[in-house]
């Protein structure tokens, strides 16, 4: 059996990465591939329950972060580990990457306690050693705030994450610079500020060079 392949999708809103989730998953398909696409919050019925109150419902960081986990939880244990099991490649829209940055960098959010409720949320109660699920490739999006807030007022009404200043938005990015930082080997950067051509071609550059797609010149 093929074996299973885990990669993320990341950045701040606005950054343009949702748009390019279908294309990287056609390529694959193409290579012979079967992929799942799903996102973070949701994936599941439950999850996209919780996703809808963490888009509109007023809450405080606590709150918010525990529904995150809570959606998390669910959507591995349906659709995401088993997907992998069956050596499929999953397509994700966001994971664990968005709460350190949101919650954590955003909102101001105790990082050692995310990387506890991480352990919890990914494992279960009782984990065996090592075996916390992780991306093999994450792609960061990579935008500045200010061009990211642009494209979104061009786009639609904003939820409640959307809404935030560009401080916030600032915030947010520096968390995912520091996670890129912390795990350079996962995390591949994606200069999303190009224009849409561009940045397709980084990311199937990426992928290439991971031996999951034919390279430019096959």
Known sequence: MTQGLFITFEGIDGAGKSSHIAELAQALRDAGRTVTLTREPGGTPLAEKLRALL?????????????????RRDHLQCVIA????????????RFTDATFAYQGAGRGFDLRVLSEMERLAQTGLAP???????????LWFDV???VAAARL????APDRFESQPVE?????????????????????????AQP???VAAQ????????????????
């Open 55 to 71: 888009l509109h419902d007023a809450m405080d960081a606590l709150t918010e972060t525990l529904l995150v986990f809570a959606a």
């Open 168 to 192: 916030f938005f600032t915030r947010v990015a520096r968390g995912y610079a520091d996670r890129a930082a912390a795990a350079p080997r996962r995390f591949a950067r994606i200069d999303s």
């Open 203 to 218: 990311i199937l550059a990426v992928a290439a060079a991971r031996g999951w797609l034919p390279g430019p010149n096959a």
């Open 128 to 138: 065996e050693p090592d075996s916390m699920l992780n991306p093999d490739l994450t």
């Open 196 to 198: 849409r051509e561009q």
């Open 144 to 146: 500045p705030p200010e």
């Open 153 to 156: 007022a061009a786009a639609r």
């Open 82 to 93: 088993p997907a992998l099991a069956r050596g499929e490649a999953v397509l994700c829209d």
